[in-house]
Every structure is written in structure tokens, then in C-alpha cells.
């Protein structure tokens, strides 16, 4: 059965299932022109009106099918509801407690019930506009009404899901509110859940903040405990007392702003701070991270003491891993008992070391990252790179390093199951080795010897897999960005010092290292200058051809060479010894003519003043002053007189120099 324009009709093939007969209906058809309410064609089948028919029919029709009529009469109804569009952008905006909103199965439940009680309304006004054309005999009993749409009410569910009540006089109400004033009033379908309606212990901005201080309290209290020591304060000013259930709920509400207070800061700023996304560095050397690394492997160690000797097995050794995060290269490593500067910086060696194994040059990167462990003793050292970026203290996601380090001991580490120590304290206990099992064969665990080289094992092939992609990288280093690091720059930042100065002699500046007894000196005359200063040694043990000296404040440094060794035999002579030799001739050449350039140029500022100054007598009674031709006595009685002239004393001085033939004294 269903309906068509409004009258309940019943197909052809539903009367002649055993209803009536064909002929019968066709013979009743003929008699009534108007029980037929729709002609079959096209697939569509014919629709009788049922409340024509005669009362056996009508009677055994509707007995058969009361659910189908009753269905009928709800799609009916369902046929003229329309989605309120205004309703659902009501309800998109509504907002609870300033911030979030209605769930989407809430605003769809909330517009579908505003949807229907328009329904109604088209419904009652149609039915009031037909009274006043008909009359009072067609008048709607509003109790009749509401039972019947209360109802359909179940099977409109199925197409409109909705929150409206299903019994007839509280629908009716709900209807009434709904459209007081004559215009929709959407809030009335919202629970007063949301509205915050419902009668509250907590309300009162005093009882939210006594709340909130034991919330917040430092020993980070349970449900139970807040809710007995609120309950005291309740007792006092007579509020009415909570449960623990009620102060969960209020720790899930205020627990932004209480989180500070229960975990700390660093935790807070962690859970709910707003952290930076960042992409990996899109070419090799524009950014190092490191850290140290206590690595899950034990070793044995054995201690002696007066009363013999002991062996433990839980110590660890720590890694200082220097990270490229391009596709994560450890460019670096050093290995240790514990973090110090001096691990830190052996890793940053190694780094830069390698760089020059990878690329044919010793390189440095444009940024380094750190956290800030004696960041005031490494700020030099990282100052190798153009920017020092410290990560905030206590922001472990702002290093890419840390979650390599959970990488490698997953990836490598375990697999050393003789002596890996498992994961972190805050893992779950199931991920964690077998303490019994290590314990009857700790046995098996190395020595330091045995941990360093699974450690090296460890970092080797990780540069295994990685070493083609990066190497291939370094063609995507801008040029701008590319940094060579000097000779100068790696001593003074990696150098090692032999822990006492050096002063320079004659034969040079003649230092001991590694036992053995080396002398540097330079061709720069700067390096003379400062013949009276102390310096510090600093030099590669791999390379100690070039040293740098490094005066006390620092302030000064210059690169010495190892001085070359000449024989004394010219028998002996190599090839290069002569050219070496001409080198020392040269410096020397050049050293005595600044020397003799600064003593003429003091002479000559010296004799001006003096011209200046008649009334300082004269100046060469006291035999400080000589003419360029050395003389002092010929010029007592002419230092008032002008000076000789420039050429006369240079023929003079060129004569002077004549005849001087070149000797064998001068090839040594």
C-alpha cells in the first residue's frame, strides 16, 4: 500500500491476492469511475483507492496490510520534510565553552529534528487553510494530530535520524518552544548538557579555583585525593561535596592549565606547546646535529682494590654521534666513559676528518646544532660552523639525533643479544631482554675492547648504506655554502697542545712532540714581531709537518712548517736543499732591509723634531744620531744646516757596497 495525492491506495496485484477476484474489481471499477486513482503503464503499476471499495474488501484489505498502511502514512509525512539549510549553518556555528563545537552526529541529529517540526508546521497550516475553506467540519484535533506524527516518528528515524521525543503531548511542547515568537528558535533542541543547564557542584569561579590550586598542586594528587581535600574546603563554606568520578572530569576540563603545575614546565611546553615542523636539509653539509649517545651495550670491567680484585658487567660506554639529517650520515663519532668536551670535540674531528675522505677536502658545515651541555667551554669549537643554533633545554624533539639514537639500538645494537641492555627505563617491560638469561651468561659479555669495535661495527655500516647518496649530494651544495676549513682553523679548534710554551731562538722554535724533538718557524715577519711571546703548540698527530702557534690570550696565531734539514756536505746536497737555502737567504735579505728601512725612517722623524726643538742642544754631543753614511763628528757644527742630499748619499752608499764578490759563505 501507499499513498498518492493524499488517499491510500492499494495495487493490483495486493487486491487480487486473494482479496477479490479481477473480475470483481474491474466490475467495481465500472460502477465507480473514481476508485481507480492511477492507470498502469510503462512499468507503473494501477493504484486503487482502498476506502472505495466495499466494506468485506476494504475490511480484509486493511487487515492484511496494517504495517504497510501504517508506512504509507509515515512516507507520507516523510515526503514533505525539507533539510532546514538555515538550521545546519546554526548549528555548524554554535560553540561550547568558547572553543569547540557540536559533534557531527549532534548538528545532524539537531537538524533533522528542526527539519521535521517544520514538517509539522507545513502540515498544521495546510490543514488550517483547508478548515477555512471547507468549514468546521474538516477542523484538525490537535491531540489526534500529534499522536499520529509521534507515531511515524520511528520509521522517519530510519531516513532522519533525529532527537525528538516520542511521546505526543511532550512532542507537542517541544513544538510549542520551538516556534514561540512564530520563528524558529534552533537553541531549544540543543541539550542543556552543552548549555551547561544542568545543576552543577562546581559553578562558582570560587569553587573552580580551590579546585584548580589542588589540581595543580606539585605532588600531582589522584581523583580520589582532590576530591577529599576539595570536600574539606565544602565542609567550611557549606558547598555541596564531589566524587572522584566528578574531579576526572574536571582534570580532563582544566587540564591545559593545570598540566604545568602537576608535571613542570618542560613536560607542559612538550604536550602542549606549539611545536616547529621542519624538512630534512636539501644537501649534504648545511647542518650537523649531535649528541651523546650512552649506548645499550654492557662490557666487563675488571677493578682491583686492597682487597682483591672485582668484575662488573652493566657498564656502558657513551658515543658522541655528529649527524648530517640530508638522509641521516653519521659524518661523525667519538667514543668514551662519559659525555665531555673533549669527546665532543674528538667527534667534530672525526667529522671533518671524513669530510675530507668523502670530498678531497676538509669542509665545515654552515650550521650546527647542540643541546647546551658546557655550552659556554664548546662555543668556540662549534664556532666552526657560520651559525650555532643550541636546541632549548629540555626540547628533545627539536634534534633529529635522538630519534636516530632509538634507530641504531633497535636496528644494531639488539642484534648484539649477548650483551644488549634493551631499551629505555620508560619502555614496557615486555619489549626489555631477559634479565635471567644475562645474568647466567654474562659470560659472554666483551670487554671495552670487544664494545668499541661493535660500536665501530655499528657506525661503519650505517656509513655503508648511506656513503653513495651523500657523496652523490655534495653536488647539490650551493657554492656559497661550500666551506673549506684552513690548516689554521683545524689545529686551533681539534689541535692537541704539548701542555707547555715555546719561546723563538735562532735555530727556530724547537718543540717536543710525542716524544720526539721537531723545529718550526715562518717565513712571515710577523712572526719576528713577536719574538718576545710565549706560545702554545697546537698540532695533528697525523700530520704534524705544519703546527700553530697560539700566543697566551690567544689574539695570535701563526702557522709554523717544519724546518728543512740541510746536510751539512755539499756532497750531500738534495734535490730542493738549494732551493730551500735561497728561501732562508731571501727572509733574511728581507729582514735586514725592514729593519734598516725602520731605523732610517725613526732617524729622519727624529732629526725633524729635533729642528723643531733648537733648545734640546745639539743632539750629536751626545752621539745618539748619526748621518746615513754613519758619521757623527763632521755634522756637530752642522745639525742647524740642511741635510745632504738624497743622490749624494746614495752614490755614496752604492760605492760603499762595491767589490763585495759572492762566497761559499753564502751558500750555507
Same mark, same amino acid.
Given at each position: ?219 600531582? =594528587? #589522584? !581523583?580520589?585525593? +582532590?576530591?577529599? @581535600? $576539595?570536600?574539606?574546603?565544602? %565542609? ?6 564531589? *566524587? ?45 646535529? =649531535? #649528541? !651523546?649517545?650512552? +649506548?645499550?651495550? @654492557? $662490557?666487563?670491567?675488571?677493578? %682491583? ?6 668484575? *662488573? ?67 668556540? *669549537? ?287
Amino acid at each position: 500500500m501507499e499513498y498518492c495525492d493524499g488517499i491510500l491506495c492499494a495495487t493490483h496485484a495486493e487486491l487480487t491476492d486473494g482479496i477479490m477476484t479481477n473480475a470483481a474489481l474491474m466490475h467495481a471499477c465500472q460502477r465507480d469511475k473514481d476508485l481507480r486513482v492511477r492507470r498502469g503503464c510503462n512499468g507503473v503499476s494501477a493504484l486503487y483507492d482502498i476506502n472505495r471499495l466495499s466494506a468485506e474488501y476494504r475490511t480484509e484489505a486493511k487487515r492484511r496490510h496494517a504495517a504497510t498502511e501504517a508506512q504509507a502514512k509515515a512516507r507520507a509525512f516523510i515526503d514533505i520534510i525539507v533539510i532546514d539549510q538555515r538550521a545546519a549553518t546554526y548549528y555548524e556555528g554554535v560553540s561550547i565553552e568558547g572553543a569547540r563545537g557540536l559533534s557531527d552526529e549532534k548538528r545532524m541529529l539537531y537538524t533533522n529534528s528542526a527539519s521535521i517540526l517544520n514538517a509539522c508546521r507545513v502540515k498544521l497550516m495546510k490543514a488550517e487553510a483547508e478548515q477555512k475553506k471547507v468549514g468546521k467540519s474538516r477542523r484538525v484535533k490537535m491531540s489526534d494530530f500529534w499522536a499520529a506524527v509521534a507515531a511515524h516518528l520511528p520509521r522517519v528515524a530510519d531516513i532522519y535520524p533525529h532527537s525528538l521525543p516520542e511521546n505526543p503531548r511532550v512532542l507537542q511542547r517541544k513544538y510549542q518552544e520551538y516556534f514561540r515568537g512564530g520563528q524558529p528558535n534552533y537553541e531549544v533542541l540543543i541539550s542543556g548538557k552543552f548549555r551547561n543547564k544542568n545543576a552543577a557542584r562546581v559553578a562558582t569561579p570560587e569553587q573552580v579555583a580551590w579546585l584548580t590550586k589542588f589540581l595543580e598542586h606539585h605532588t600531582n =594528587l #589522584d !581523583g580520589q585525593e +582532590v576530591a577529599d @581535600y $576539595y570536600n574539606t574546603v565544602c %565542609e567550611a563554606f557549606g558547598w555541596p561535596k564531589v *566524587t572522584r568520578r566528578t574531579m576526572l572530569v574536571w582534570l580532563q576540563k582544566l587540564g591545559w592549565l593545570v598540566n604545568a603545575g602537576r608535571h613542570g614546565a618542560k613536560e607542559y611546553m612538550n604536550r602542549y606547546g606549539m611545536q616547529n615542523k621542519r624538512f630534512a636539509p636539501t644537501a649534504p653539509m648545511l647542518f650537523w646535529s =649531535l #649528541d !651523546g649517545w650512552t +649506548v645499550e651495550l @654492557y $662490557y666487563k670491567k675488571r677493578t %682491583e682494590g686492597k682487597r682483591g680484585g672485582r668484575t *662488573t658487567y652493566c657498564n656502558r660506554m657513551t658515543v658522541v654521534v655528529v649527524l648530517d639529517p640530508f638522509n641521516k650520515y653519521p659524518i661523525g663519532y667519538a667514543t668514551g666513559y662519559q659525555e665531555s668536551p673533549e669527546l665532543i670535540k674528538a667527534a667534530l674531528r672525526d667529522a671533518t676528518n671524513h669530510t675530507a675522505q668523502l670530498f678531497g677536502q676538509r669542509l665545515r658545515p654552515v650550521q650546527i646544532q647542540s643541546d647546551n651541555y658546557q655550552i659556554k667551554i664548546m662555543l668556540p *669549537t662549534y664556532g666552526m660552523a657560520e651559525y650555532v643554533t643550541p636546541a632549548q633545554v629540555g626540547n628533545a624533539k627539536a634534534k633529529p639525533i635522538e630519534p636516530y639514537f632509538r634507530r641504531l639500538n633497535h636496528k644494531y645494537a639488539k642484534k648484539c643479544s649477548g650483551n644488549w641492555s634493551g631499551y629505555g627505563i620508560t619502555s614496557r617491560k615486555e619489549s626489555q631482554p631477559n634479565m635471567e638469561w644475562l645474568n647466567a651468561h654474562k659470560g659472554q659479555i666483551p670487554d671495552e675492547a670487544g664494545v668499541r669495535a661493535q660500536i665501530e661495527w655499528i657506525i661503519e655500516s650505517e656509513r655503508a648504506a648511506k656513503r653513495e647518496e651523500y657523496v652523490a649530494g655534495f653536488s647539490r651544495i650551493p657554492a656559497d655554502r661550500l666551506l673549506p676549513m684552513p690548516i689554521e682553523s683545524y689545529l686551533l679548534n681539534f689541535g692537541q697542545e704539548t701542555g707547555y710554551k715555546n719561546t723563538l731562538e735562532g735555530s727556530g722554535l724547537n718543540v717536543r712532540l710525542l716524544g720526539e724533538r721537531r723545529t718550526y718557524d715562518s717565513f712571515d715577519l710577523e712572526f719576528r714581531k713577536y719574538a718576545h711571546l710565549r706560545w702554545s703548540i697546537k698540532y695533528d698527530p697525523d700530520n704534524m709537518q705544519e703546527v700553530l702557534a697560539v700566543s697566551d690570550e690567544g689574539d695570535i696565531r701563526i702557522l709554523l712548517k717544519e724546518k728543512h734539514l740541510q746536510p751539512m756536505a755539499l756532497a750531500d746536497r738534495r734535490p730542493g736543499d738549494a732551493e730551500e737555502l735561497q728561501k732562508v737567504k731571501d727572509f733574511n735579505d728581507e729582514l735586514k732591509r725592514t729593519v734598516i728601512e725602520y731605523d732610517r725612517q725613526a732617524t729622519e722623524i727624529a732629526r725633524e723634531s729635533l729642528l723643531r726643538h733648537p733648545d734640546l742642544g745639539n743632539p750629536y754631543i751626545t752621539g745618539i744620531l748619526t748621518d746615513s753614511r754613519g758619521q757623527n763628528k763632521d755634522r756637530k757644527s752642522q745639525y742647524r744646516l740642511e741635510y745632504t742630499d738624497v743622490t749624494e748619499e746614495t752614490a755614496y752608499e752604492e760605492s760603499a757596497g762595491a767589490g763585495i764578490a759572492e762566497s761559499t759563505r753564502d751558500l750555507y
